[in-house]
């Protein structure tokens, strides 16, 4: 009895070193990895996490249905497509042609009203609501120094040449590193952490902005920042008012916040299927939507174009692939949430999902995308 109390009692000991330790080296987020995701069984976030977090709502106004085209749902998938969908645990599959809805499919007890998170396709989506600040007069431009906004980067030697365009394109040069899987890291940090400001908005520079390529989950939280202070409302509602009413969106979303009610604008959108194929055709409409121009097209054009540093892979929020037969431009989030636009076959697919092992291509892009493009064109495209 005497030995069992004393392992109870060095456990309990134990126990409450790793919380002190926790506490002290600023990991107090491990609290909230183990019991949203650990404990739940998941290594990693998954797009089912949105639900156990707080979050401001993203308010439709009056729905606009998608059109149905003539034949929706009547080709059926071919068989690597269906194989490839269910292999990699999709939840959504949608094909928008001509502006109409062509094909919908569901998997693994999701569907239409399933809302799931964005993971980086809010990145794209965190551009856009700039580019509607530009128009709004609330930003000058993208090229606007983050120092106007935060007057603390100025002082520093790096920090005082940061643009919002270097966070939006990936060339902030701030000291980040990626990775969603090991706890101890930043976005994870900031995923589960209670105050993102605490975490961020301090100068930490690697290298001058504007001069390397480097993706960063950070990078779209400090543009997201600058937004929200130009704005002065919730970004949330500011989205609703820009996006999700004019667009019609069937459904409320749902934008995941820390505890201090900062959108986490690099992730965690929570939409369903339908609504994010509207982002994609609004993008395709280069910003118009029903006679409205609700985003500039020249601004537009400045999200689709690849940057030289990318290496001719990534504009502002979006990845690009001009080495593809028919060229396209991405939406793309963790675990391999895509929406994909094809222009020259006038083309969205949406496709959500749970892709935890997702390959690259040579150039570091979605090599699920790469698939999909290839045999839906093939599929619907003729």
Not at 98 to 110: A, M, Q
Not at 161 to 167: A, C, I, M, N, V
Not at 235 to 258: H, I, Q, R, V
Request: charged share 20%; hydrophobic share 40%; proline share 3%.
């Amino acid at each position: 009895m005497k030995v069992f109390k004393k392992i109870v009692k060095g456990f309990f000991i134990f126990l409450a070193l790793l919380i002190a330790l926790a506490y002290a080296f600023n990991y107090q987020h491990l609290f909230n990895a183990i019991r949203l995701t650990y404990l739940k069984g998941e290594s990693s976030a998954t797009i089912d996490d949105g639900k156990d977090f707080p979050a401001h709502y993203i308010d439709k106004g009056t729905p606009q249905p998608w059109q149905k085209d003539s034949l929706y749902n009547k080709v059926n998938l071919p068989k690597n497509i269906l194989e490839n969908l269910k292999s990699t645990h999709s939840a959504s599959f949608l094909v928008i042609k001509n502006g109409k809805l062509l094909h919908e499919e569901y998997f693994e007890g999701y569907n239409a009203n399933s809302k799931t998170n964005s993971f980086s396709m809010a990145k794209a989506f965190t551009v856009m609501l700039m580019g509607a600040a530009i128009k709004d007069g609330k930003i000058k431009s993208e090229n606007q120094l983050y120092s106007d906004f935060y007057p603390q980067f100025a002082k520093d030697s790096l920090g005082k040449f940061l643009t919002l365009r270097d966070l939006a394109s990936m060339e902030a040069g701030y000291y980040w590193n990626e990775d969603y899987r090991n706890p101890f890291l930043q976005n994870p940090r900031i995923y589960y952490g209670k105050n993102m400001a605490e975490a961020l908005l301090y100068p930490k520079f690697e290298a001058k902005p504007g001069t390397r390529f480097e993706y960063q989950s950070g990078a779209t939280q400090l543009l997201g920042f600058a937004i929200r202070k130009a704005v002065n409302v919730p970004l949330a509602y500011y989205a609703s008012e820009k996006f999700w009413k004019p667009l019609g969106m069937e459904s409320e979303a749902y934008w995941n916040t820390d505890e201090k009610g900062m959108e986490k604008t690099f992730c965690c959108v929570n939409a369903i299927a339908r609504d994010y194929a509207k982002l994609g055709q609004l993008l395709l409409q280069k910003g118009n939507w029903n006679g409205k121009q609700l985003l500039d097209s020249t601004y537009i054009q400045k999200m689709i174009t690849p940057t030289q540093l990318s290496g001719g892979i990534y504009g502002l929020g979006i990845w690009v692939n001009n080495d593809a037969k028919y060229k396209y431009y991405q939406f793309w989030g963790f675990t391999s949430q895509l929406i994909i636009i094809i222009p020259e076959k006038n083309m969205v697919i949406v496709r959500t999902g749970k892709f935890k092992n997702e390959a690259k291509d040579e150039k570091g892009r979605s090599a699920q995308a790469a698939f999909l493009v290839e045999h839906a064109v093939k599929t619907f495209a003729n």
